[in-house]
T-cell receptor, first 110, second 113 residues
Framework: KNEVEQSPQNLTAQEGEFITINCSYS?????LHWLQQHPGGGIVSLFM???GKKKHGRLIATINIQEKHSSLHITASHPRDSAVYIC????????????FGTGTRLTIIP | DTEVTQTPKHLVMGMTNKKSLKCEQH?????MYWYKQKAKKPPELMFV?????LSINESVPSRFSPECPNSSLLNLHLHALQPEDSALYLC????WGTGDTIYFGEGSWLTVV
């Protein structure tokens, strides 16, 4: 079993729909990252969370440390949101190793 | 400047060639990373440098040789690679030990023929 699990693996939705991607982890972490990767390859860091909730534009990320679970939400989804979304757990401060989830491939249809 | 710049974007090399991938950042980050990513898989950590010293080597074959000449530059020297080494190679940087955001480059697509 992977230390970081994501669901769903693939998600197709209509433009405008509310999107939720889930991430569960089994290790103790100091922070959890949400990353976005477009087909061209580059990865963009969307959020880094150690507690609570963060919002940036139409994106919202939450984390529940006790339940070892994080979610990424996209409101009013748009075709340009189509990408692979990856959660990655930073194991503990001082060890800069990230453990990656397997990614969620999101496709938004106009 | 919040960029991590990688060159070249694409590289095709033969199994007997020697080539290098380069990575540069000017954010003052003291941690720099090399990741390897195969198609439809998450990135796999290869090396971590902190303060220009190699701190993590994830049992990477010696045909991959990292180098950190200064705090802004990270190289990955390639020699005698195999076709299965074809992948996207991603460089990243972050502050060390602060749990700060990690910044990735656009990657170098490597094809070994």
């Amino acid at each position: 079993k992977n230390e970081v699990e994501q669901s769903p693996q693939n998600l197709t939705a209509q433009e405008g729909e509310f999107i939720t991607i889930n991430c569960s982890y089994s290790v103790g972490i100091s922070a959890l990252h949400w990353l976005q990767q477009h087909p061209g390859g580059g990865i963009v860091s969307l959020f880094m969370l150690s507690s609570g909730k963060k919002k940036h534009g139409r994106l919202i990320a939450t984390i529940n440390i006790q339940e070892k679970h994080s979610s990424l939400h996209i409101t009013a989804s748009h075709p340009r949101d189509s990408a692979v979304y990856i959660c990655a757990a930073r194991v503990y401060f001082g060890n800069e190793k990230l453990t990656f989830g397997t990614g969620t491939r999101l496709t938004i249809i106009p | 400047d919040t960029e991590v710049t990688q060159t070249p974007k694409h590289l095709v090399m033969g199994m007997t060639n020697k080539k290098s991938l380069k990575c540069e950042q000017h954010m003052g980050h003291r941690a720099m990373y090399w990741y390897k990513q195969k198609a439809k898989k998450p990135p796999e950590l290869m090396f971590v440098y902190s303060y220009e010293k190699l701190s993590i080597n994830e049992s990477v074959p010696s045909r991959f040789s990292p180098e950190c000449p200064n705090s802004s530059l990270l190289n990955l020297h390639l020699h005698a690679l195999q076709p299965e080494d074809s992948a996207l190679y991603l460089c990243a940087s972050s502050q060390w030990g602060t749990g700060d955001t990690i910044y990735f480059g656009e990657g170098s697509w490597l094809t070994v023929v």
